[in-house]
């Protein structure tokens, strides 16, 4: 069975600080697929990213980073210079590969407030 | 190009009560996929249809049902409400051959 944990239940900073949402897995294929959504309060879920389970690289997107170790199972979020626009609710989520299958199993969330 | 769109909004329903969730896909993609999120948690997996079949399943009672029509938008029936019901229900549409899933605004129900 898959899991993902989201340990940081919520998350205050104050604008322009950096801040790391946190993100562990577990599952028992070898292959599978990693993601990041962003839930503001209008409820609809944003695709952030997606990260295969064979490609380990970091990823950056303007003030957005991602680090993904499959060593520690772990796949966290970096916001650079945090805004008041991102405060949300994060959640990360895992897609194991079998088939045609795309079950996404979800972490509880990581409610993120910026303060001005 | 419009994203995934869902109707109702919102919807009250009473306990015992049968409701129908509707959703379209984004243009181009033929999976849907429902998630039921109760609040303050994370969304949890109903069921996919693709090909008007229901492909995967999660641990939803058979009071869950649901629908795909030729043209891939979807249908989520849910009978005999309980209390427990009450969520915000999202459905979510990935293109052919991709992983993405890419989710609508969800409809919020309540059951009194």
């Known amino acids: 069975a898959q899991k993902v944990t989201q340990a940081q239940t919520e998350i205050s900073v104050v604008e322009k600080e950096d801040v790391t949402l946190d993100c562990v897995y577990e599952?028992?294929?070898?292959?599978?697929?990693l993601f990041w959504y962003k839930q503001p309060p209008s409820g609809e879920l944003v695709f952030l990213i997606r990260r295969n389970s064979f490609d380990e690289q970091n990823e950056i997107s303007g003030r957005y980073s991602w680090n993904f170790q499959k060593s520690t199972s772990s796949f966290n979020f970096t916001i650079t210079a945090s805004q008041v626009v991102d405060s949300a609710v994060y959640f990360c989520a895992l897609s194991e590969n079998r088939g045609s299958a795309r079950q996404l199993t979800f972490g509880s969330g990581t409610q993120l407030t910026v303060l001005p | 190009d419009a994203g995934v769109t869902q109707s109702p909004t919102h919807l009250i329903k009473t306990r015992g009560q049968q409701v129908t969730l509707r959703c379209s896909p984004k243009?181009?993609?033929?999976?849907v996929s429902w998630y039921q999120q109760a609040l303050g948690q994370g969304p949890q997996f109903i069921f996919q249809?693709?090909?008007?079949?229901?492909?995967q399943r999660g641990n939803f009672p058979d009071r869950f049902s649901g629908h795909q029509f030729p043209n891939y938008s979807s249908e989520l029936n849910v009978n005999a409400l309980l209390l427990g019901d009450s969520a915000l229900y999202l459905c979510?549409?990935?293109?052919?051959?991709?992983?993405?899933?890419?989710f609508g605004p969800g409809t919020r129900l309540l059951v009194l």
């Open positions: 249809y693709y090909e008007e079949e229901e492909r």
């Open positions: 979510a549409s990935s293109p052919p051959a991709v992983k993405t899933q890419y």
């Open positions: 243009s181009g993609h033929d999976t």
């Open positions: 599952t028992r294929d070898t292959t599978y697929y």
